[in-house]
T-cell receptor, first 110, second 115 residues
């Protein structure tokens, strides 16, 4: 399985943008890039996913490098409720289960 | 967004008893659901893939006779932890596939404590 590398932790100030990086140098052509986040004692929450093009939704934006070996999740204005562990996961359509890494723990300071 | 529920949210049981956890997709049908386990301060670990109308597929190292999975309908999958022991205490989370295999939605999790 293609692996992802994320920083263990990041800090942000409230109402400032946050850029969460993810490296996936061994990504294959059919791997989708998924982002989920998990608050304490809750199940993961879907954030966004993409294949090649940048994606935007109401929660975040996903910027995918042209060679697809890295991506960045962008929270445009961090709030205290965005404090969570963010997981970047590669998933091939043929491999439906999610393989979670350690993720990035985001702390948002007021 | 799609909603997945789990019941119960938390359960305490005695060692040696069996515990059933339900996972339901509330507003969509899911032919495929998944079960994960998460120990404190660790990431989620995929346990098994549950397919409606067929046997579950278990990940390496997960005992199929201990963790019984039944996917009897397009909206319900159950995980039964048989003869539970304290080391089975964990946070169990299910998810369901929506649409063309692209997006998974997760339940809120079930915290199991075996005394």
């Amino acid at each position: 399985d293609a692996k992802t590398t994320q920083p263990n932790s990041m800090e942000s100030n409230e109402e400032e943008p946050v850029h969460l990086p993810c490296n996936h140098s061994t990504i294959s052509g059919t791997d989708y890039i998924h982002w989920y986040r998990q608050l304490p004692s809750q199940g993961p929450e879907y954030v966004i996913h993409g294949l090649t093009s940048n994606v935007n939704n109401r929660m975040a934006s996903l910027a995918i490098a042209e060679d697809r070996k890295s991506s960045t999740l962008i929270l445009h204005r961090a709030t205290l409720r965005d404090a969570a562990v963010y997981y970047c996961i590669l998933r091939d359509l043929q491999m439906a289960g999610m393989r979670f890494g350690a993720g990035t723990r985001l702390t948002v300071k007021p | 967004g799609a909603v997945v529920s789990q019941h119960p949210s938390r359960v305490i049981c005695k060692s040696g008893t069996s515990v059933k956890i339900e996972c339901r997709s509330l507003d969509f049908q899911a032919t495929t659901m998944f079960w994960y386990r998460q120990f404190p301060k660790q990431s989620l670990m995929l346990m098994a893939t549950s397919n409606e109308g067929s046997k579950a597929t278990y990940e390496q190292g997960v005992e199929k006779d201990k963790f019984l999975i039944n996917h009897a309908s397009l909206t319900l999958s159950t995980l039964t932890v048989t003869s539970a022991h304290p080391e089975d205490s964990s946070f169990y989370i299910c998810s369901a596939l929506l649409g063309g295999l692209e997006t998974q939605y997760f339940g809120p999790g079930t915290r199991l404590l075996v005394l």
